[in-house]
């Protein structure tokens, strides 16, 4: 089975410009999980999708946006880029969504490495 | 308030010998999962173990081991003799209140 996929793998972008972010899922998994990692404030939960649904928001501002479609692939937008926006995105797949009784496993693709200047 | 500390920043320690890492955790709730992750310099998240809050079994897999004590709300990650492709950043979470909460990481470097 594939594991996680994320385009692209690095992207550099200028402040105030926007960005757009994909991920695919392992196949059959239909939670998407979006989360920021930098070297200040460690990994930070941004947004689970399910069924094309947000089931889940973290506490980031509405210049972080999501969607998910049919065949579970999902995109994160990151629009009004700021320097602080430079990090590494990683995106996690796993079976069923949070809350539904499971152990929430989830399966991390390798990451988008975004640099903002 | 929902939290998971690991006070090891970065830990050097010399092929061969054991290491343990140390997760302390903080929630409420009385159903949750624990978790530890590897982050090799790749980058991509690797899910080593999960633990319910039920279980306080302690878990053996080859050189990892894992103590889960709620006593202490501790969930330790031993290595026993040590390699350096065990080198990495290791990461506990605690899923709690449809939230994964991360720790800031261990830097684990094995050296030669």
């Known amino acids: 089975k594939a594991g996680v996929t994320q385009t692209p793998r690095y992207l550099i972008k200028t402040r105030g410009q926007q960005v757009t972010l994909s991920c695919s899922p392992i196949?059959?998994?239909?939670?998407v999980s979006w989360y920021q990692q930098t070297p200040g404030q460690g990994l930070q939960f941004l947004f689970e999708?399910?069924?094309?649904?947000?089931?889940n928001k973290g506490n980031f501002p509405g210049r972080f946006s999501g969607r998910q479609f049919s065949n579970s692939r999902s995109e994160m937008n990151v629009s009004t880029l700021e320097l602080g926006d430079s990090a590494l995105y990683l995106c996690a797949s796993s079976p069923l969504p949070s809350g539904t009784g499971n152990s929430y496993e989830q399966y991390f693709g390798p990451g988008t490495r975004l640099t903002v200047t | 308030a929902q939290k998971v500390t690991q006070a090891q920043t970065e830990i050097s320690v010399v092929e061969k010998e054991d290491v343990t890492l140390d997760c302390v955790y903080e929630t409420r709730d009385t159903t949750y999962y624990l978790f530890w992750y590897k982050q090799p310099p790749s980058g991509e998240l690797v899910f080593l173990i999960r633990r319910n809050s039920f279980d306080e079994q302690n878990e053996i897999s080859g050189r990892y081991s894992w103590n889960f004590q709620k006593s202490t709300s501790s969930f330790n990650f031993t290595i026993t003799a040590s390699q350096v492709v065990d080198s990495a950043v290791y990461f506990c979470?605690?899923?709690?209140?449809?939230?994964?909460?991360w720790g800031a990481g261990t830097k684990l470097i094995i050296k030669p």
């Open positions: 999708y399910f069924s094309e649904t947000q089931r």
């Open positions: 979470a605690l899923y709690s209140n449809y939230q994964l909460i």
């Open positions: 196949s059959g998994h239909r939670s």
